[in-house]
């Protein structure tokens, strides 16, 4: 009799105490590996969206200088155009990474620049028009930024 019920208790199909426990584990194990995915995919996505912005707040710095120096400083020369240029088209191209609304403010941006930079020195509104959207840029990629956390 003894003997029956060892065998009747090792029996497959009846041992669900067991299979219940493996089945839980691999739940858990499952469920904690997809945790752990997002949350890697998500702290890299930040990280270049942070990256990204801060490279677009450098540009935006540094564009702004190469305004104040054409404007207010006389500095016409062509070198400083062609910084100019290539600062303002980093910086439409990098407003994409950051976000949606950053890359529109990029985008207006660059269409001051190249609305307004032939202009720089000659009347007020083409260093206003620039810098104001400059401004817009920063205050956006700064609220981005925000929003990170």
Do not use: C
């Amino acid at each position: 009799m003894r003997a029956a019920r060892a065998i009747a208790r090792t029996t497959p199909g009846r041992d669900w105490s067991g299979r219940l426990l493996a089945l839980l584990s691999l739940a858990v194990a499952l469920a904690g590996l997809g945790y752990n995915t997002w949350r890697n995919e998500t702290t890299e996505s930040h990280r270049n969206v942070r990256q990204a912005a801060f490279v677009l707040l450098e540009q935006a710095g540094q564009l702004q200088q190469i305004v104040d120096n054409r404007h207010y400083g006389g500095d016409r020369s062509a070198m400083t155009h062609i910084d100019g240029w290539g600062k303002a088209a980093l910086i439409r191209d990098l407003g994409a990474l950051v976000s949606p609304a950053s890359a529109r403010a990029a985008r207006e941006a660059f269409d001051a620049w190249a609305t307004h930079a032939d202009h720089l020195g000659d009347d007020d509104t083409a260093e206003a028009a620039i810098s104001a959207a400059l401004n817009e840029l920063r205050m956006q990629v700064l609220a981005d930024l925000a929003r990170l956390r």
